[in-house]
């Protein structure tokens, strides 16, 4: 079980207005729904 996740927020995860796009988020909620 992950109990950390970390991210490199170069653009990699950021859309180009600097926020985190839905498949982003909907797998960042389906990884906090596992615990």
């Known amino acids: 079980m992950a109990r950390l ?14 926020h985190l796009g839905e498949k982003t988020l909907s797998t960042l909620a389906r990884l906090r729904e596992r615990d």
């Open 5 to 18: 996740a970390a991210f490199d927020m170069d653009g990699t995860l950021l859309m180009p207005d600097h």
